[in-house]
């Protein structure tokens, strides 16, 4: 179908109005509208046109505006469609503050051979391959097949190049477990064939793109190869473009990007360009053959290309009118995949290019076909693929290669010339001239990276600073590290250094191939993990019954955890201390199932405890409970919470809420890494059980009379045992822990039942419900700290008042050694101690700071009487609430010497004004532990 039949598109850019054709890109529908400069260069500010056709092209980035704004996007490779509205950019994109309506998601896929690229070589391959019994998927990044066939108009075994692909692709696909992804591009490839493609379905589609993870037993690499350019003066003006860019938009766009065009090529392939851009009526004005020494020394014009230099080597230029000046400065291999899977290039003298060398070490099997790995003919692409897929024949379509790990097979060429793919002569016919630059006396304007502004200039500052490795060079120059990943800018950067070092091309290397091989846009990565998805939202098994309660819900790592309960009419501070009153006078439920819960189990289990604890855990009887401690390899707290032995190999340990996966992956990794030997394994259970605590005097009556076979008394079931029975009609374990310094029990059933357990208790009508705020005022209370509030891992059990739980006896475990040391038992280590504001209603800051009276007059002074800076701080508030118990407020805080300074005097920031308090001990209820039984309450 010719350009004039297909239908027309409407789009704006930088503003203006203009129409395209259905199948343009962005940068074809632009040159078809004369339309040449796109944007402006990042770093020098000047004019930026199109240079290359597709995914090749370092210049043409723009930004999307509608329908939604989406930075740096190629303005080569995006489809033009009706309503588009892009504008041209000064090397930077804006993000958009709105939502992005659209989906991304991703999948996973497995095949016995994955080919890449759908060229000749890569169609040829999928095919045999497919027909050989493989499971096969074949990707390519074009929304239509055939790789550079569209481009060149070439015909393939006496058919249009076309037409021979479409009918390659039917005859594919008709053959069992095959899928062809088109419009994918394979952006990484990692350890044991695991490689990662991202599929662009369409603006309009429901997932607008999909990653594709895929792994396979074998992979061809038909990757093609791009054009690379020439360093000459002026060569990044608007209107210089690669050759084989240009035959592109003649032959597959039908869009003469020019008027009058020079051709400078170092091979016969822009010969088959300038026949092509004759045909659809570009004047060529001149060809340029550096082989004949007929060099193109600079251009000029404002803003884009009105005339070109042409000249011979130190001799001078004449000027020749035109508009278009097409470059060919030979072929590059696409190996950046090969790179990534652990392949090694090699230099190849008779294209000027790297190669596949050595391919990658251990099991992965990667053959590379056609163009990629430096076959230029479509002829030898095709018996290339050929061969490539007679490689599989043996191969299962379950994904299973046949071949001994290490027999990596990967194809060399065989002698080829500077051909383009799909141009006539006899393979092996000519040398590539490496031609690299165009000597001049001044270097500033001969550019290497026309993206990151990199010019052979800046490269003689790198050399002459003393860099010699490339990948230093790229590092100090940034070329090659722009979006198109030094496409067409890395073998030249690196040849040119080379020469400037005076050693040899393949000597000194390329950079290394990083993923992706194209831009990727960070929704993309993410599919959907965002929002909700991307951290999760967890709920109890109770959270229905609290959103009915009308419960002020907090963040708890991912958990939504009731914060209070509020009465009619009650704010927050009114509803907490009512739910504490009611806990410390009756009886109250808190939904405490989020606690995280580790099964241990094993023969070793408690020695693997013994060793993550600081106390002693082996000890413990069955049907026992105990509080322990974990600390880091610095002896600083790590966490805490409760270990329940259920039978002699068996242990279910307690955790913070916060705290639950990271305590799992620590017991992994000493489990895994340290001591394998051990017989013993972790399995996380916090959402097998739902959990309700009961806690306060009233606690032991309401337990009664929902599970009457269970004796309560506290002679039968004493604080920290548990008991298996059933409450409310439902198998539970309860177990006596006191977060609250009530007495209280621990209630937990099945998640399935955590429900109807919930509302049994409250339908008891003698159990007030409440939640994490209250919680907290109870605990601190106590003294009992909260791991991650209280501590900011800098802080021992010692310092928390819990020296008792290191143990003495135990022969080792993680910290031991660090509680030895002489830092920890330094007399000004900050002590959690209780502080007490002089006006008992004043509620001190969380994180306020904490200063002693010295130099400080009296009574109560300002920030004006403070010395100068810097003022000792001695610690920092890390708890305070008001508390219904005390009827006054507090606050525990980490203070320098906590312990020794009770009953002194000290000073707390807030704001602009000092707050006096006094130090007080930690537990500031009931420290006795009276209640903790059930004496003491109403």
Same mark, same amino acid.
């Given at each position: 179908?010719?350009?004039?039949?297909?239908?027309?598109?409407?789009?704006?850019?930088?503003?203006?109005?203009?129409?395209?054709?259905?199948?343009?890109?962005?940068?074809?529908?632009?040159?078809?509208?004369?339309?040449?400069?796109?944007?402006?260069?990042?770093?020098?500010?000047?004019?930026?046109?199109?240079?290359?056709?597709?995914?090749?092209?370092?210049?043409?980035?723009?930004?999307?505006?509608?329908?939604?704004?989406?930075?740096?996007?190629?303005?080569?490779?995006?489809?033009?469609?009706?309503?588009?509205?892009?504008?041209?950019?000064?090397?930077?994109?804006?993000?958009?503050?709105? &939502?992005?309506?659209?989906?991304?998601?991703?999948?996973?896929?497995?095949?016995?051979?994955?080919?890449?690229?759908?060229?000749?070589?890569?169609?040829?391959?999928?095919?045999?391959?497919?027909?050989?019994? #493989?499971?096969?998927?074949?990707?390519?990044?074009?929304?239509?097949?055939?790789?550079?066939?569209?481009?060149?108009?070439?015909?393939?075994?006496?058919?249009?190049?076309?037409?021979?692909?479409?009918?390659?692709?039917?005859?594919?696909?008709?053959?069992?477990?095959?899928?062809?992804?088109?419009?994918?591009?394979? %952006?990484?490839?990692?350890?044991?064939?695991?490689?990662?493609?991202?599929?662009?379905?369409?603006?309009?589609?429901?997932?607008?793109?999909?990653?594709?993870?895929?792994?396979?037993?074998?992979? %061809?690499?038909?990757?093609?190869?791009?054009?690379?350019?020439?360093?000459?003066?002026? #060569?990044?003006?608007?209107?210089?473009?690669?050759?084989?860019?240009?035959?592109?938009?003649?032959?597959?766009?039908?869009?003469?990007?020019?008027?009058?065009?020079?051709?400078?090529?170092?091979?016969?392939? *822009?010969?088959? *360009?300038?026949?092509?851009?004759?045909?659809?009526?570009?004047?060529?004005?001149?060809?340029?053959?550096?082989?004949?020494?007929?060099?193109?020394?600079?251009?000029?014009?404002?803003? /884009?290309?009105?005339?070109?230099?042409?000249?011979?080597?130190?001799?001078?230029?004449?000027?020749?009118?035109?508009?278009?000046?097409?470059?060919?400065?030979?072929?590059?291999?696409?190996?950046?995949?090969?790179?990534?899977?652990?392949?090694?290039?090699?230099?190849?003298?008779? %294209?000027?290019?790297?190669?596949?060398?050595?391919?990658?070490?251990?099991?992965?099997?990667?053959?590379?076909?056609?163009?990629?790995?430096?076959?230029?003919?479509? &002829?030898?692409?095709? &018996?290339?693929?050929?061969?490539? *897929?007679?490689?599989?024949?043996?191969?299962?379509?379950?994904?299973?290669?046949?071949?001994?790990?290490?027999?990596?097979?990967?194809?060399?060429?065989?002698?080829?010339?500077?051909?383009?793919?799909?141009?006539?002569?006899?393979?092996?016919?000519?040398?590539?001239?490496?031609?690299?630059?165009?000597?001049?006396?001044?270097?500033?304007?001969?550019?290497?990276?026309?993206?990151?502004?990199?010019?052979?200039?800046?490269?003689?500052?790198?050399?002459?600073?003393?860099?010699?490795?490339?990948?230093?060079?790229?590092?100090?120059?940034?070329?090659?590290?722009?979006?198109?990943?030094?496409?067409?800018?890395?073998?030249?950067?690196?040849?040119?250094?080379?020469?400037?070092?005076?050693?040899?091309?393949?000597?000194?290397?390329?950079?290394?191939?990083?993923?992706?091989?194209?831009?990727?846009?960070?929704?993309?990565?993410?599919?959907?993990?965002?929002?909700?998805?991307?951290?999760?939202?967890?709920?109890?098994?109770?959270?229905?019954?609290?959103?009915?309660?009308?419960?002020?819900?907090?963040?708890?790592?991912?958990?939504?955890?009731?914060?209070?309960?509020?009465?009619?009419?009650?704010?927050?501070?009114?509803?907490?201390?009512?739910?504490?009153?009611?806990?410390?006078?009756?009886?109250?439920?808190?939904?405490?199932?989020?606690?995280?819960?580790?099964?241990?189990?094993?023969?070793?289990?408690?020695?693997?405890?013994?060793?993550?604890?600081? #106390?002693?855990?082996?000890?413990?009887?069955?049907?026992?409970?105990?509080?322990?401690?974990?600390?880091?390899?610095?002896?600083?707290?790590?966490?805490?919470?409760?270990?329940?032995?259920?039978?002699?190999?068996?242990?279910?340990?307690?955790?913070?809420?916060? #705290?639950?996966?990271?305590?799992?992956?620590?017991?992994?990794?000493?489990?895994?890494?340290?001591?394998?030997?051990?017989?013993?394994?972790?399995?996380?259970?916090?959402?097998?059980?739902?959990?309700?605590?009961? *806690?306060?005097?009233?606690?032991?009556?309401?337990?009664?009379?929902?599970?009457?076979?269970? &004796?309560?008394?506290?002679?039968?079931?004493?604080?920290?045992?548990?008991?298996?029975?059933?409450?409310?009609?439902?198998?539970?374990?309860?177990?006596?822990?006191?977060?609250?310094?009530?007495?209280?029990?621990?209630?937990?059933?099945?998640?399935?039942?955590?429900?109807?357990?919930?509302?049994?208790?409250?339908?008891?009508?003698?159990?007030?419900?409440?939640?994490? /705020?209250?919680?907290?005022?109870?605990?601190?209370?106590?003294?009992?700290?909260? %791991?991650?509030?209280?501590?900011?891992?800098?802080?021992?059990?010692?310092?928390?008042?819990?020296?008792?739980?290191?143990?003495?006896?135990?022969?080792?475990?993680?910290?031991?050694?660090?509680?030895?040391?002489?830092?920890?038992?330094?007399?000004?280590?900050?002590?959690?101690?209780?502080?007490?504001?002089?006006?008992?209603?004043?509620?001190?800051?969380?994180?306020?700071?904490?200063?002693?009276?010295?130099?400080?007059?009296?009574?109560?002074?300002?920030?004006?009487?403070?010395?100068?800076?810097?003022?000792?701080?001695?610690?920092?508030?890390?708890?305070?609430?008001?508390?219904?118990?005390?009827?006054?407020?507090?606050?525990?805080?980490?203070?320098?010497?906590?312990?020794?300074?009770?009953?002194?005097?000290?000073?707390?920031?807030?704001?602009?004004?000092?707050?006096?308090?006094?130090?007080?001990?930690?537990?500031?209820?009931?420290?006795?532990?009276?209640?903790?039984?059930?004496?003491?309450?109403?």
């Amino acid at each position: 179908m010719s350009r004039d039949e297909r239908e027309v598109l409407s789009f704006t850019f930088d503003g203006r109005p203009y129409e395209g054709r259905q199948g343009d890109t962005l940068a074809a529908a632009l040159l078809a509208n004369g339309v040449r400069r796109v944007g402006t260069s990042v770093t020098l500010g000047r004019p930026r046109g199109i240079v290359g056709a597709w995914t090749e092209d370092p210049t043409a980035v723009v930004q999307i505006e509608h329908p939604f704004p989406e930075p740096m996007v190629q303005a080569t490779t995006t489809p033009l469609y009706d309503g588009l509205a892009a504008s041209g950019l000064a090397g930077r994109g804006r993000l958009s503050l709105a &939502a992005d309506p659209a989906r991304y998601d991703a999948t996973h896929a497995h095949c016995g051979v994955l080919v890449v690229g759908a060229g000749p070589a890569g169609l040829t391959a999928a095919l045999n391959a497919a027909r050989a019994g #493989n499971r096969v998927i074949l990707a390519d990044d074009r929304p239509e097949i055939g790789g550079s066939l569209p481009d060149t108009g070439e015909t393939v075994e006496g058919r249009p190049g076309g037409e021979w692909a479409r009918a390659a692709a039917d005859a594919f696909l008709w053959l069992p477990d095959t899928r062809l992804l088109t419009r994918t591009s394979v %952006i990484g490839y990692y350890d044991h064939n695991y490689l990662v493609a991202v599929e662009r379905r369409g603006e309009h589609a429901v997932t607008r793109e999909r990653v594709w993870r895929i792994r396979a037993g074998r992979v %061809i690499l038909a990757t093609g190869a791009h054009e690379r350019p020439i360093a000459f003066a002026g #060569n990044d003006l608007p209107g210089v473009m690669l050759a084989s860019a240009a035959r592109a938009y003649v032959n597959r766009y039908g869009v003469p990007p020019g008027r009058r065009a020079v051709v400078f090529t170092t091979g016969d392939d *822009a010969y088959d *360009a300038a026949r092509d851009l004759a045909a659809a009526g570009v004047e060529i004005a001149e060809i340029a053959d550096a082989r004949e020494d007929r060099l193109v020394t600079g251009v000029r014009g404002d803003g /884009e290309v009105r005339a070109v230099l042409v000249g011979r080597s130190g001799g001078p230029a004449r000027e020749v009118e035109a508009d278009l000046l097409l470059v060919s400065g030979g072929w590059n291999p696409v190996l950046h995949l090969f790179g990534q899977a652990g392949g090694d290039l090699r230099y190849d003298e008779r %294209i000027a290019a790297f190669v596949p060398g050595r391919p990658p070490e251990g099991d992965q099997s990667v053959q590379v076909a056609g163009a990629a790995r430096g076959e230029f003919t479509t &002829a030898g692409c095709v &018996a290339d693929g050929l061969a490539a *897929a007679s490689a599989t024949a043996a191969d299962s379509s379950d994904g299973g290669p046949t071949h001994s790990p290490g027999e990596a097979r990967t194809y060399f060429s065989r002698g080829t010339r500077t051909d383009s793919p799909g141009s006539s002569g006899s393979s092996g016919e000519a040398r590539t001239y490496p031609l690299w630059l165009v000597p001049a006396d001044d270097y500033t304007t001969h550019f290497v990276d026309l993206q990151r502004d990199v010019t052979v200039a800046d490269l003689q500052r790198a050399t002459s600073a003393g860099l010699r490795s490339v990948e230093h060079v790229k590092r100090y120059t940034t070329a090659g590290t722009a979006h198109d990943q030094g496409k067409t800018s890395g073998t030249l950067t690196g040849a040119v250094v080379a020469g400037l070092v005076g050693v040899d091309v393949g000597a000194l290397g390329t950079t290394t191939f990083r993923a992706p091989y194209v831009p990727v846009s960070f929704a993309t990565l993410a599919g959907r993990d965002r929002g909700a998805l991307h951290d999760p939202v967890r709920v109890t098994a109770m959270h229905g019954r609290h959103v009915e309660r009308g419960a002020v819900f907090e963040n708890v790592g991912q958990w939504k955890r009731p914060r209070y309960y509020p009465a009619p009419g009650e704010d927050m501070e009114a509803a907490v201390l009512r739910e504490c009153r009611a806990v410390r006078e009756a009886a109250g439920a808190l939904d405490a199932s989020t606690l995280g819960k580790i099964d241990v189990r094993g023969p070793d289990a408690a020695e693997l405890l013994d060793r993550l604890y600081t #106390n002693m855990m082996s000890t413990l009887k069955v049907g026992s409970i105990r509080y322990g401690v974990m600390c880091r390899a610095d002896g600083m707290v790590f966490d805490d919470g409760t270990v329940i032995r259920l039978a002699p190999d068996h242990f279910l340990v307690t955790t913070t809420t916060g #705290n639950a996966a990271a305590v799992l992956d620590w017991m992994e990794e000493w489990l895994q890494t340290e001591w394998p030997d051990l017989r013993a394994r972790c399995t996380s259970v916090t959402e097998q059980w739902a959990t309700v605590a009961l *806690a306060g005097p009233g606690s032991r009556a309401v337990l009664a009379a929902l599970a009457p076979s269970l &004796a309560v008394d506290a002679e039968s079931f004493p604080f920290m045992t548990w008991r298996d029975t059933e409450v409310a009609g439902i198998g539970a374990r309860v177990c006596r822990i006191s977060f609250s310094g009530e007495l209280a029990y621990e209630i937990n059933v099945s998640w399935w039942y955590g429900q109807a357990l919930w509302d049994a208790v409250l339908a008891t009508g003698a159990v007030t419900p409440y939640g994490t /705020e209250a919680m907290h005022v109870l605990r601190a209370e106590k003294g009992y700290p909260i %791991i991650g509030q209280d501590t900011d891992g800098t802080v021992t059990p010692a310092d928390l008042g819990m020296d008792w739980i290191v143990s003495k006896k135990k022969p080792d475990f993680i910290g031991k050694r660090s509680h030895a040391r002489a830092d920890t038992a330094r007399p000004d280590r900050r002590h959690l101690v209780g502080l007490l504001p002089e006006n008992p209603d004043v509620l001190l800051p969380e994180g306020g700071q904490v200063i002693s009276t010295d130099h400080l007059p009296p009574p109560v002074p300002t920030l004006d009487h403070l010395p100068p800076p810097p003022v000792p701080m001695l610690g920092h508030v890390t708890s305070s609430y008001r508390s219904a118990a005390l009827g006054r407020t507090f606050a525990l805080a980490l203070v320098s010497g906590g312990r020794d300074r009770v009953g002194e005097r000290l000073y707390v920031f807030s704001g602009d004004t000092l707050i006096p308090v006094t130090v007080t001990h930690h537990v500031l209820y009931d420290p006795e532990a009276t209640h903790r039984d059930g004496g003491g309450g109403a």
